[in-house]
């Protein structure tokens, strides 16, 4: 099973700053498929990236996705109010499909 | 636009069983994998089950395996959770997640969830 690890745990920002999330691979993801999602309470939860780099559709330029092999990071260039939420991480390469920990980014 | 809305959840003692749905609509439900995935309270995420579009191809957590099944109704639109001898550790919000594209993943679009408590 490929664990992700997330770090840090909770990140303690204000608006407008740069959020920067980092997601650990135990092992090498296959490919590509790396994934980045946002979770609200009372509202599903986002995907935001795919494919290490891809945004989904409808999500604003300022989130961002890098990495490669087994270190990858999510950056938030600009913080807006409505981005403080959790971060997971996941990869969908190789079953059993694994989740990070997740990311607190807090005001 | 795209829905997923889970039910049938709820309380049950551990031993027992339920039957989550998931009835989905805005897209060709017949096309794209499909997943159930849960979150313990206050926890992360866990990938459940997938089920490919076609219901001939399932996979499962190894924490579920043997206990769960997951299949669909392509027809119906609806995709299921079938959960016996539920543990106190199965207790969880449930969520059926659609996969983008042909893959496995990632996962375009999810259900708000279903809550599912084990308790004596």
């Known amino acids: 099973e490929i664990v992700l690890t997330q770090s840090p745990g909770t990140l303690s920002l204000s608006p407008g700053e740069r959020a920067t999330l980092s997601c650990r691979a135990s092992q090498s993801v296959t490919s590509t498929y790396l994934a980045w999602y946002q979770q609200k309470p009372g509202q599903a939860l986002r995907l935001l990236i795919y494919d290490i780099s891809t945004r989904a559709t409808g999500i604003p330029d300022r989130f961002s996705g890098s990495g490669s092999g087994t270190d990858f990071t999510l950056t938030i260039s600009r913080l807006e109010p409505e981005d403080f939420a959790v971060y997971y991480c996941?990869?969908?390469?190789?079953?059993?499909?694994?989740f990070g920990g997740g990311t607190n980014v807090e005001i | 636009q795209v829905q997923l809305v889970e039910s049938g959840g709820g309380v049950v003692q551990p031993g027992g069983s339920l039957r989550l749905s998931c009835a989905a609509s805005?897209?060709?439900?017949?096309?794209?994998?499909m997943h159930w995935v849960r979150q313990a309270p206050g926890n992360g995420l866990e990938w459940v089950a997938l089920?490919?579009?076609?219901?001939?191809?399932?996979t499962y957590s190894d924490s579920v395996k043997g206990r769960f099944t997951v299949s669909r109704d392509n027809s119906k639109k609806t995709l299921y959770l079938q959960m016996n001898n539920l543990r106190t550790e199965d207790a969880a919000v449930y969520y059926c997640?659609?996969?983008?594209?042909?893959?496995?993943?990632?996962?375009?679009?999810w259900g708000l969830g279903n809550l599912v408590t084990v308790s004596s």
């Open positions: 997640a659609k996969a983008l594209n042909s893959g496995w993943g990632p996962f375009e679009y």
């Open positions: 089920i490919s579009h076609d219901g001939d191809y399932k």
């Open positions: 996941q990869q969908y390469g190789t079953s059993p499909l694994t």
């Open positions: 805005g897209f060709t439900f017949s096309i794209p994998v």
